[in-house]
């Protein structure tokens, strides 16, 4: 029910704003007994970090994760481990930069939540957004690390929970050029090879031209067995859908293949099965790993779109606080795509998603 | 936390499978003083009902409805009201015929639940579906009745939620041409004149053939406040989202522009903000009315793609619930796009997410 | 969150008023493949039902529950067996008295919530007292026969939660003397042979002087595994509290030693431990069984105190709807004490927290 | 569903071990706009702080609270109001002694939770135990004070949450003499100035003896209106019950006339009501301010009771982890009577539901 809490079983309660003293996350639920230290948890803040690249914020920020609670050691177990109880994690605001913000303290910057947030609350911390901000993400991509720690201490290390951009502005990718491999290798986390060129001097002209433009984001789940998720409410792809759609900026959700399904017949949409070895093998993927709900132990395949940054340098129609026309001209230090940096985002909320509903399964099923 | 339950302070808790005597649901936290009877909620179980046209299974269900609690009327008040107690809504099951369910019992059809719900539960009522059929829906149709009763009522009577079918297979309708009144003089829901006649011709040669295909549906918000929703894992269209994904064979959602977004500009995709009046006017609707995760105050605008129907005559490779390779045909009476009978269960979703909202609201901020 | 609902992955939700046509509830999270039909649930609600003895109301109901969903049998499976939907259980209300209602309609009768109802809701359905009337609990009933089957299911057959009546009014049994076989044999579930004759007399001169009396009740569930509960807030005692409280006319719950506890030096109160057969054995049971929220192994014992019956027949001082000084004599069909039917109530909550608490645990840790 | 999370509408999240970095809590749901610094919280913290007299343990912690998200303040708005955002709290532990904890390392502490623990998680932080310490009912105090900010800034400045010990080990007030200033006076919040000197003298004996003493806690909440709760599982005084059961060493909740109420005929057990300057006024509150589940307007008066301090000096049996027999003795800091410092833990928890309570009936009422 909590507004800044996602997840049953396996919870992660958000906290912070863009340019209080700090942000974090409680996450509750989370089984005895798996080694976790902040080491862990580090390499997907590394990945979301702003400022590694021109093509993203360049908000300088550490992202030093800190992990106040739930875990233990001593002489005898030199590792920590996670005991059961909450674990607090936090992460401390550097970069808040001292700079005057009166031009957005009353003024609406279409796109953004500034006249939503008014509406509703009367009172906002303006300052980069306040809990609008992307900033809030860190908390989840850190939550997502102990989710991935989860998945694996159950289902062992073959699970992998990976993300990659298949649309950059009107760019698409060709997936039958797909390679996991490259995603790493470029700044777009894109999975071909061939696009990244193009890629690059688009959002090059984008950027230099203070504009901005929006993406697709693909998550695939890979070693999830057959039997997660619910038949109704507790829907796997329902939740999915849902955790893609807290992600800012976020306009879009689909499962396998997705609006592409509805120009379809049965005939082209069915995943046949066959026996290989005894077991069952789909012929396609078309379902994205999920029937009625429930997994088939297929990779489970998501996306999402992202719409353009707000934030663009020419000026935008709006309104005062207090009823005044104007326009807007949003400077600073923005992502011309905010898709990039949500990939890690995208892979960390599929991760708790499926951390909850492995525990969730296991309560009512008793078995993985 | 409940798989079968959905909402919060607006809580529906459904139950019952395709060939059980019955379905039905409770419905939690309504407001106590609202007048309801059973003809508040029939008719938009008649608009779902099966079998009204040739283009809808040609099941035979009534679907009425009797509300079990929840309400009171005595010779000073002759209108039943709710009394804030739990309104038990059930609907008896009349059509289940006797038919040997045998080919279904043992083998996986593809698309369906089957393998899935196998792999999870061990154990199914597969008559029918059981508990993964669409006919789950018109309990949501039932308490969707109600949220709208709820909306009108703190909210006016000029609130109306609206669904149209915007997509059939692959023929798309021109938004430019929309027209509400036309909605119902068609039996596909479909918002403008001109696509009629083809949708006509195309569903006709589809069905014939005992192929199937799949749609696009829009549901549209009107009258909705601004300030609905919340920030982070309580925003208004990660709810939507949700729901929407509960319902059968869907398989994207979209808010707004949705995917097209992710190709469009900053300034393309900005909806300026100019004063009407002395109120604020937004001059476009790219958003779908939500900021934020917060209502703007235009209007909600959301689609959902759903998949061909998976039930075709042609032979489909699949195996058995014992490990032997078989081929299945889907015979009996099925829709041959269950995205037509998704028109009121998406509009009923949608009131259901409006109305939870609309009770936390009040919670949280005291007033509308 | 929702008011008619708890537990969370069993989860009850109840529905219904005294003098509707039913009353029910929707059972979910019932692991699958365990067999159910109506004869595992009506014994408990027969043990329920009013009318069995002078001691209790002569209204006459039959109590018999219908399951409605979420269970399947086939000519494969003759006895049904649960699918892990949900299941529907409805029992009809048969004997509401057509009587005139006229004198509790607007006349707030102390002691019950008419008051504070109205002040809420502004509207209710007085007839037999609505959705305030003990009436509900049968629903309760019905779902803790449910939860005792998945204890056994999982635990086996050794699992027991047995109910018993401690104090009648100001009378208190001899905890020395306990007898579990004695509690079946006579009308007040009493566990001493010595005390029935006395409360017999007591609670005769009660009824005929149309007064009433409160009680104790004691459950103890034996067969609970170490390790059910949590730390703080998903405390085993707090959920057990919550569920007793919930039961109409409870005013009072202590686990273990309870209030005496107080009175205790930490020497007296210390459950020692000692080893018997390389098993921990403690040597005492003050803590009833829960440590820090959290099941040791040992019976867990818990007591709820039910006020005296607030119908009675001496005129009592109150207050009418619309503000009129006036006496209430509350006539009728009472149990001079509820709190002997509040023994199979206590019981089906206390089976009803074990059930939810054992899920839970086995979705965090894995095993039981 | 969170084992670490209480309230719906108000939510309460608390993390952090006893020999950790820091401790704290979420506060998610509160209403924007309402005045809040560290100086609203730390006041409460301090009445419950460690270390103020003889009687309660020696560690010295000053619980500075911070307040790191969900207030915010400018040049325009000098005091921080909240912002509707999640309010995170952070005391950190300055005074973890760096003691040898390897006599409780593998030794169970009878009547601690060292052994329930060990069974369901297999590890712990054992040092000052961990999770299990009351150290966690800090981060419930700061909760607390914010919700008392909640309930008047809706309810106004006469609302009020105070409470008093009634018992301390044996003795008892003498209700009659109840003096709400004298509970400030004395180190123990006994409300009767005639038995500080007794409490005073009996509690030096037990703890000179190494010995320990239970008490019992008598909570009330003035101010309250009628209205608040809901029938069934939301009950208000179940919610009460629920959230004194997590406080630890709690073995006993009782609400009004509680355990007493079961001895009484329902003639002395009637709370009589009269107009008064036409409104109602209770001739008696032996409900306890709550009748079905709902506040009736009078005051609210509930108590709990505290089980003798587990940790003593004198020698227990036990066994150690890995299954040894031995005698544990609990030298250290410890209080001799938890009940004392339990008085403002109690305070809070009822005001966090209190909050929780009035944001619940807000919503689904409309006003309150």
């Not at 396998?256 to 066959?274: K, M, V, W």
Request: proline share 6%.
């Amino acid at each position: 029910m909590s507004h800044n809490s996602f997840g049953h079983l396996f919870r992660v309660t958000t906290w912070g704003e863009s340019h209080g003293p700090a942000l974090g996350c409680v996450v509750d639920g989370v089984p005895p007994g798996i080694q976790l230290t902040e080491a862990d948890i580090q390499p997907w803040l590394d990945k979301r970090r702003p400022g590694q690249s021109k093509f993203t914020t360049q908000r300088k920020e550490p992202d030093q994760v800190r992990i106040l609670s739930g875990t233990f050691s001593d002489d005898r177990l030199p590792t920590p481990v996670t005991t059961g109880t909450p674990i607090s994690l936090m992460i401390e605001n550097k970069d808040q930069r001292s700079k005057d913000y009166s031009d957005i303290r009353d003024t609406y910057r279409p796109g953004h939540a500034d006249f939503s947030y008014d509406a509703k609350y009367g009172v906002r911390d303006y300052r980069g957004g306040g809990r609008q901000s992307a900033r809030e993400t860190a908390a989840r991509v850190a939550a997502g690390a102990i989710a991935r720690k989860i998945l694996s201490h159950i289902l062992g290390p073959d699970t992998a929970i990976r993300g990659a951009l298949v649309q950059l502005g009107p760019h698409r990718i060709d997936p039958a050029q797909w390679d996991w491999d490259e995603v790493g290798r470029n700044p777009f986390w894109c999975p071909t090879a061939d696009a990244v060129n193009e890629w690059e001097s688009y959002l090059n002209s984008v950027r230099k031209a203070g504009s901005s433009c929006g993406a697709v984001i693909e998550v695939v789940a890979t070693g999830i067995p057959a039997g997660l998720g619910a038949p109704i409410y507790g829907k796997l792809d329902a939740d999915i859908a849902q955790a893609f759609m807290t992600i800012n900026a976020v306009k879009g959700v689909e499962i396998g293949n997705g609006f592409d399904a509805a120009a379809l017949s049965g005939e082209e949409n069915a995943d046949e099965i066959r026996l290989v070895d005894g077991a069952p093998r789909f012929g396609s993927n078309n379902a994205g790993g999920i029937l009625g709900g429930i997994s088939s132990g297929q990779d489970i395949v998501a996306r999402f779109a992202v719409k353009p940054t707000s934030s663009i340098l020419a000026p935008v129609k709006t309104i005062t606080k207090d009823g005044q026309e104007t326009d807007v001209v949003t400077k600073g230090r923005h992502d011309p795509c905010v898709g990039i940096r949500a990939v890690p985002v995208g892979e960390a909320m599929m991760a708790c998603v499926l951390a909850d509903h492995l525990l969730r399964h296991r309560g009512q099923i008793g078995t993985v």
